[in-house]
DNA sequence: GTCTATAGGCGGATAGAC
DNA sequence: GTCTATCCGCCTATAGAC
């Protein structure tokens, strides 16, 4: 049954039983062979469903183990869950919108900004996962408020703050506020994902993405 | 049980049994007392938790009817669903970012954009049941495509036009492409509204949100 | 640790009286 | 049209064998 409480006692429900280990290293420490394929099984149905749509028979299935393995790793649905988006979130999504290397400072502006806008979209838009992602974080951010507020810490703000180091230290833009100036980047990005791609919208109200692209930068680069 | 089939059957699913009456006027015709009342309680439930968490013993409870009754006026879970949201989109939340006066062309273009993305602005943050009713469209856009897309259409297609009529009828704003600037202008505010409010990020990444009319308003005018 | 089997309850949907 | 009562399946979670 949905407890439907909000999930009051969620801080550190999750995590396998096993000590913390290492404070979360390369691809989670000491994690046995079964709790990752749980995992991963739990990944593929939440993600695809939701919530309290996914049965933990079909997660169990989809981990090619039994029912009482699953409950014997986690400690419920929802310890399951959080455990999930956590490894999501501090892990294969986190870099999403990380840079590798930060572009160099003395290239144009336009291509440096052009280059970071498609960067965006690309990986939003190519990876159905994180898509899926997305939309469950979203989905359930009124009964999981702490996993939609690790989202936001570790992976929106890590692209702010990406942009904003570039946008300060850049000597070409002179811009008045650049925090605010990133969060309009990225949002107007973000939100032509949410529209196009989760909301279905690139079949009723399409738009080329390299004009939201240009018109983006233009209006950056001219401030 | 979820049924998991995606709704292929979704088309005119959903509305009364009765004969279609007039297509769609103000306040929804002829609809009884107790179908008004299934569809509010209906709204009250599935927007507070969502489709799959929502049951219909919870619908009938909040509509204080019996479940036959709800059963009676609507085929199954998902055309009352269909049904609700249909006409929360065509109805209450069709024009949340509709403008009732055009504002006067003569008028300053930094007051008249500022006036815009702060009623988006207002109308995004004041009223929880539009947040609410997002979360659910988002939440569900994998289950309902049709539901997404029709929000879509009528509600943000609706903003878009609207701002670009005004872009491209202004005598003193002169865009390159008014219909990917009136793409930004709303994508940066509505990523603003999902990220501070939905996502609970104005508890973990605060932003003020004058700062942002402002950098969004400068950018358009500065063009 | 892992399994099979099952408890116990709530879910969607309907039968049938009025 | 509306109700009460009920069917039956699936759900979360656990007991107990190995």
Redesign the interface.
Known sequence: M?T?TGQTTQPAAGQPVEPPAQPLANDSPSISAKAKAILEGGIQEFL??????TSMDKVAKAAKVSKATVYSHFQDKEGLFNALIQRLVAGRFRSIFQDSDLPAMQDDPRAILTGLANRILDTGIEDPRFL?FM?????????F?QL??A???HI??TS?RQLCRYFTSSTQLKL??P???A??F???????V??QE????R???P?ERD??V???V???I??
Not at 48 to 53: L, V
Not at 135 to 143: D, K, L, P, Q, Y
């Open positions: 949905e439907d695809s469903h939701g919530y309290a749509a899926s939309r469950v974080i979203i989905g359930e951010s009124g009964r408020p939609a507020k989202f936001v810490t929106e703000q702010f008045k506020d925090e605010a100036t969060r309009i990225v949002g107007s990005l973000v939100h032509f949410i529209v989760i909301l279905h919208g079949e009723v109200l738009m004009r939201l240009n018109t983006l233009n209006l950056v001219q401030e």
